[in-house]
């Protein structure tokens, strides 16, 4: 008799209490991921992160994945994975009012959000609403970029989450200075070197004719960041004009959209006194948000003698790992994530902020501080790499190893990836195991109450 209404009460208390999917896991039934980010379908930075993010998480076996996704609008695709748009139909293009009413609604063991801090600004509503509507236990996983600070409201934003992940070691340092108390995590990006390789000298010369027709003799210096303020491409256009007058026989290519975010570069040019035919070129038919097919970037990596930036501040930044990976020589500035990575024996970094006149605080930018790149100390090593070009090469190499041996996407950075998710998903059953053994015994006190 008691056994038999131990089980009654128990499956009463599971109705009423443990309502929904059991969060334990087993070989028939995948652990459920929820994530907000960039679409893995679009180009962007965001966009390559979570394609490889989730890439990991898919190739497990373990998890299956619901994409609410920012950049996307719906198109067809080949991912193993359900893609919602967000931005569509209202004037947020992060949708953020849309996730608010949509996650409720969703099933999810694992909460994960890869966005700039001061976007996510409902968080701290919604996460709370989760954990006390939510029929069972889930955790929240945050991939964050900090290029300058994290100020005090943008941290208010994240503190909710359960696992911070910061990109690099400037980003947790500056995290933990307005979050002292915060366990922070650091995975770094990676670089897919399936997608990003070196090509043959015949396969470069015979693409460099094609893409680059006459001006494929040239020293090519290629810029692929985004028309946008924070990459300030206007600065390696002022660099570049410099360099030209040394060394005449030489191309800059902006691989980029013409006007973006940032500026019209043709009337920049026009400003400049830069020929778009001769002296700089563009993309044709180029979308921000669609870009180029991969192996057409890559040909253009291995194409150039030297990849640039004149960039204000990085989260981490791709382009450079990229163009390790295909033995091309970097230069990029030296502020922000990037003084971590490109060490001496890898690429060159060019002075940024090395004096009071090496600032500027944008429009729109959150008016945070940032840093100008030198353009006569950028001068001065792009006219080293032109004129120690077997140095340059052995910077390459040494990058090109490194790249191989420990930042590829599915080879350590994955393994990061999975590990995390992994032990979020065991903090989980844990969580639930405490709560059922709570359970058992309010169940052995109301037997034995009513046996009383």
């Given at each position: 008799m008691g056994k038999q209404r131990r089980k009654a009460v128990k499956k009463n208390i599971d109705k009423y209490q443990w309502s929904g999917k059991n969060v334990v896991n087993n070989s028939k039934q995948k652990i459920k991921v929820l994530a907000y980010c960039d679409s893995p379908t679009c180009a962007t930075g965001f966009g390559t992160v979570s394609r490889n993010i989730f890439e990991a998480l898919y190739k497990t076996g373990r998890y299956d994945i619901d994409i609410l996704g920012i950049n996307y609008w719906g198109d067809p695709h080949n991912f193993p994975y359900r893609i919602w748009p967000t931005g569509t139909g209202t004037n947020d293009p992060y949708g953020r009012q849309k996730i608010v009413n949509m996650v409720p609604q969703m099933d999810f063991d694992i909460l994960f959000f890869l966005q700039d801090t001061f976007i996510v600004d409902f968080l701290p509503v919604l996460i709370p609403h989760l954990q006390s509507n939510m029929p069972r236990n889930f955790k929240s996983i945050m991939y964050y970029p900090i290029d300058s600070v994290l100020k005090p409201e943008w941290s208010k934003n994240i503190e909710v989450i359960d696992h911070l992940v910061a990109y690099c070691e400037f980003g947790k340092n500056e995290s933990l200075k307005t979050l002292p108390d915060r366990d922070i995590d650091i995975i770094n990006h990676g670089v897919n070197t399936k997608e990003y390789f070196p090509l043959s000298k015949s396969k470069i010369d015979s693409f460099k004719d094609q893409y680059f027709g006459p001006a494929a003799g040239k020293f090519i210096i290629t810029n692929l960041n985004r028309n946008q303020q924070r990459k300030d491409i206007p600065r390696t256009m002022l660099a570049f004009k410099e360099f030209k007058e040394?060394?005449?026989?030489?191309l800059l290519y902006l691989h980029c959209a013409m006007k973006d975010q940032g500026w019209d570069l043709v009337e920049v040019c026009k400003s400049m006194e830069l020929d778009i035919n001769n002296d700089v070129i563009f993309p044709r038919n180029f979308g921000p948000n669609q870009g180029y097919p991969k192996e057409?970037?890559?040909?253009?990596?291995?194409?150039?003698?030297v990849v640039v930036s004149t960039t204000l501040a990085e989260g981490m930044g791709l382009a450079w790992l990229e163009a390790m990976a295909t033995k091309?020589?970097?230069?990029?500035?030296?502020?922000?994530?990037?003084?971590?990575?490109?060490?001496e024996d890898r690429g060159y970094l060019?002075?940024?902020g090395s004096n009071g006149s090496l600032f500027t605080v944008l429009p729109h930018d959150n008016e945070v501080l940032r840093e100008l790149t030198d353009v006569n100390d950028f001068v001065k090593k792009l006219t080293h790499i032109y004129n120690n070009r077997e140095e340059a090469a052995e910077k390459a190499e040494n990058a090109y190893k490194w790249v191989v041996n420990d930042m590829e996407w599915q080879g350590k950075i994955a393994d990061q990836w999975v590990e995390l998710f992994d032990n979020v998903y065991n903090e989980i059953s844990k969580d639930q195991t405490k709560l059922e053994k709570e359970a058992d015994s309010s169940i052995e006190k109301i037997i034995k109450a009513e046996e009383i």
């Amino acid at each position: 008799m008691g056994k038999q209404r131990r089980k009654a009460v128990k499956k009463n208390i599971d109705k009423y209490q443990w309502s929904g999917k059991n969060v334990v896991n087993n070989s028939k039934q995948k652990i459920k991921v929820l994530a907000y980010c960039d679409s893995p379908t679009c180009a962007t930075g965001f966009g390559t992160v979570s394609r490889n993010i989730f890439e990991a998480l898919y190739k497990t076996g373990r998890y299956d994945i619901d994409i609410l996704g920012i950049n996307y609008w719906g198109d067809p695709h080949n991912f193993p994975y359900r893609i919602w748009p967000t931005g569509t139909g209202t004037n947020d293009p992060y949708g953020r009012q849309k996730i608010v009413n949509m996650v409720p609604q969703m099933d999810f063991d694992i909460l994960f959000f890869l966005q700039d801090t001061f976007i996510v600004d409902f968080l701290p509503v919604l996460i709370p609403h989760l954990q006390s509507n939510m029929p069972r236990n889930f955790k929240s996983i945050m991939y964050y970029p900090i290029d300058s600070v994290l100020k005090p409201e943008w941290s208010k934003n994240i503190e909710v989450i359960d696992h911070l992940v910061a990109y690099c070691e400037f980003g947790k340092n500056e995290s933990l200075k307005t979050l002292p108390d915060r366990d922070i995590d650091i995975i770094n990006h990676g670089v897919n070197t399936k997608e990003y390789f070196p090509l043959s000298k015949s396969k470069i010369d015979s693409f460099k004719d094609q893409y680059f027709g006459p001006a494929a003799g040239k020293f090519i210096i290629t810029n692929l960041n985004r028309n946008q303020q924070r990459k300030d491409i206007p600065r390696t256009m002022l660099a570049f004009k410099e360099f030209k007058e040394i060394v005449p026989d030489s191309l800059l290519y902006l691989h980029c959209a013409m006007k973006d975010q940032g500026w019209d570069l043709v009337e920049v040019c026009k400003s400049m006194e830069l020929d778009i035919n001769n002296d700089v070129i563009f993309p044709r038919n180029f979308g921000p948000n669609q870009g180029y097919p991969k192996e057409i970037v890559n040909a253009i990596y291995n194409a150039s003698d030297v990849v640039v930036s004149t960039t204000l501040a990085e989260g981490m930044g791709l382009a450079w790992l990229e163009a390790m990976a295909t033995k091309t020589p970097v230069i990029m500035p030296n502020n922000t994530a990037m003084t971590e990575f490109i060490t001496e024996d890898r690429g060159y970094l060019a002075e940024s902020g090395s004096n009071g006149s090496l600032f500027t605080v944008l429009p729109h930018d959150n008016e945070v501080l940032r840093e100008l790149t030198d353009v006569n100390d950028f001068v001065k090593k792009l006219t080293h790499i032109y004129n120690n070009r077997e140095e340059a090469a052995e910077k390459a190499e040494n990058a090109y190893k490194w790249v191989v041996n420990d930042m590829e996407w599915q080879g350590k950075i994955a393994d990061q990836w999975v590990e995390l998710f992994d032990n979020v998903y065991n903090e989980i059953s844990k969580d639930q195991t405490k709560l059922e053994k709570e359970a058992d015994s309010s169940i052995e006190k109301i037997i034995k109450a009513e046996e009383i």
